[in-house]
Structure formats: C-alpha cells, structure tokens
C-alpha cells in the first residue's frame, strides 16, 4: 500500500468514527487502514468514537491494534478515556479499561485531568464508580 493509499483510508476511518459508522470501520480496516491513525488535526478515531460514547466502534479499534492511550488532536482533545469519561459514557470507559487503558493517564501531555477529574463532573457519577473500581484516584 502506499503511503497516499494509507492516509486516505486513515481520514476515512476518522470520518467512520465520527459517523457512528461501524460497517465503514469494519471495512476501512479490514481494507488496512491502520487503526492506530490520526487525521490532520491529529484527532483519532479511537479518541472520536469514545466522545461520541460509541463503545461498539471503540471495541473494533482496539481489537484492530489503536492503543487505549494516545492522546488525540494538537493540545485540544485529550485521550479516549478521558474524553469518554467527561461525557458519562460508561459502556466505552468499560471497553477502554478492558483493553488496558490507564485509568490515571493525565490528558495534555500529562498536565491536563485525569478520567476521574472529568468523570466526577460529568452526567453519570457511574462513570466515576467504574473507573475507582479500575483503580483510579483523584
């Protein structure tokens, strides 16, 4: 593959992502569009998927190889953790920790908050629960 045929199925998994489109990703990576990707703002699809609380699309990345830790855009998103955590959404914290993501990585290159930080202002105090559960401290 080349490298142009490579980062035009990386926008395309991020643009599945963002769509809530399980089918596209699927087919985006069994195609070898690398899980682990970034679009040119530097958001991931992991990052996008877990945002948007979609734990079905968050399942499928990390099976494919994206790593629960990496930080996603230029200093304004954070990683998927905290990102799923700020919105309550539990079912993609749960898959995220299962797959091993750090439940006391700070965002922001390790200055930002923590899952819990953002979990204990969020819609969902379950959230937290779940995360204190995996180990997490404030």
């Known amino acids: 593959m080349t490298r142009r045929q490579r980062k035009k199925l990386s926008q395309r998994l991020v643009v599945a992502a963002l769509l809530g489109d399980s089918t596209g990703v699927r087919a985006l990576l069994r195609a070898g569009a ?48 905290c990102g799923a955590a700020r919105w309550g959404h539990t079912d993609a914290v749960r898959a995220l920790l299962e797959h091993g993501a750090d439940p006391n990585l700070r965002e922001d290159r390790g200055t930002g908050w923590t899952p819990l930080e953002w979990a204990t202002r969020g819609p969902r105090p379950e959230t937290a629960d779940l995360l204190i559960a995996a180990g997490a401290r404030g």
Do not use: C, K, N
Request: hydrophobic content about 40%; glycine content about 12%.
């Open 34 to 81: 690398p899980a682990e990707t970034a679009d040119a703002a530097g958001t991931t699809p992991l990052y996008q998927a877990a945002v948007d609380g979609d734990a079905e699309i968050v399942r499928l990345l990390l099976a494919a190889g994206a790593s629960p830790d990496t930080e996603s855009g230029i200093g304004s998103e954070g990683t998927p953790l």
